[in-house]
């Protein structure tokens, strides 16, 4: 069971807030815990878990945490051109500890490698990178349904940003703010993908093509990983204002837009990775 995060005010002159996904467990913590969470919860018998990831992956860090808990084995595959160096990412070097199998494979081979692994270990749970099903997206709907009972917060925010990696997360919340009295915004922050390929992937999950109240912004398409001073200004700025230090790869994105257009009345998700924080 996971702990409800906390929300708070994000500073005294503006109507935003942020719930921190941080606080849902230990320092192994976030969204992608929710989600695995959620998984697991559809499923029996689990032999083993397969999934995949880049090293900045927070994802392949739960599958690692729920396998030693669950006194399961986990193999996860590292995608990556850089350097194979598990000591270089927080994320891996925790995923280690808990006992994952951690393989790496260049990008133009990535096809071909996790094909060779789900056919060898074709007993184990396969799991999308980043946790990306139907299952995982409904615990986030479900979650947020029962946060919508917070009239507190929820008559003083229109809309809510989080981070966008596959999207799973942000379609779950999505789908919850649909059932809501409230026409409320979900914008979502590509950290990766262009526009284009984040909804591809969301039409992946129930087959919906048409998405109200829901904005994609792909301004940092292309930059994952890579991290400017405009960003990292604005982390820190956040950070002086709530006293959390947003990861520098996937939230500090939703931040910077956050802070770059000086919006009000917004509910900042803080999904976690907090491990990057090492990079």
Request: with cysteine; hydrophobic share 35%; proline share 4%.
């Amino acid at each position: 069971m996971l702990n409800t995060p906390l929300i708070r005010k994000i500073n005294p002159d503006k109507n935003n807030y942020c719930l921190d996904e941080n606080l849902n467990n230990s320092f192994i913590s976030g969204n992608k815990l929710r989600k695995l969470q959620g998984i697991l919860r559809e499923v029996k018998n689990v032999k083993g878990i397969l999934s995949f990831g880049s090293p900045f992956s927070s994802h392949l860090l739960a599958c690692a945490y729920y396998g030693r808990k669950m006194g399961i084995p986990v193999t996860g595959i590292v995608i990556t051109d850089q350097d194979a160096n598990v000591l270089k990412y927080p994320h891996l070097n925790m995923a280690e500890k808990f006992g994952a199998r951690l393989i790496f494979t260049p990008n133009d081979c990535a096809y071909e490698v996790i094909e060779k692994y789900k056919n060898e270990l074709s007993d184990y749970l396969w799991i999308p990178g980043g946790g990306h099903t139907l299952e995982a997206a409904k615990a986030y709907e479900f979650f947020f349904e029962e946060l919508f009972k917070n009239e507190t917060i929820w008559n003083q925010t229109d809309k809510i940003i989080l981070p966008y990696g596959t999207g799973t997360t942000t379609y779950g919340i999505w789908k919850a703010t649909r059932k809501h009295k409230k026409e409320i915004q979900v914008i979502g922050i590509s950290v990766s993908r262009s526009k284009e390929k984040c909804i591809a992937a969301i039409e992946e999950l129930e087959g919906l093509q048409e998405f109200p109240n829901l904005l994609i912004v792909d301004q940092f398409a292309g930059k994952y990983g890579h991290i400017d001073k405009e960003t990292e200004r604005y982390r820190w700025k956040f950070f002086e204002e709530t006293g959390l230090l947003p990861d520098p790869v996937y939230n500090a994105r939703a931040v910077h837009y956050l802070y770059g257009l000086n919006l009000n009345n917004a509910l900042l998700v803080n999904t976690g990775g907090m491990l990057n924080n090492l990079l």
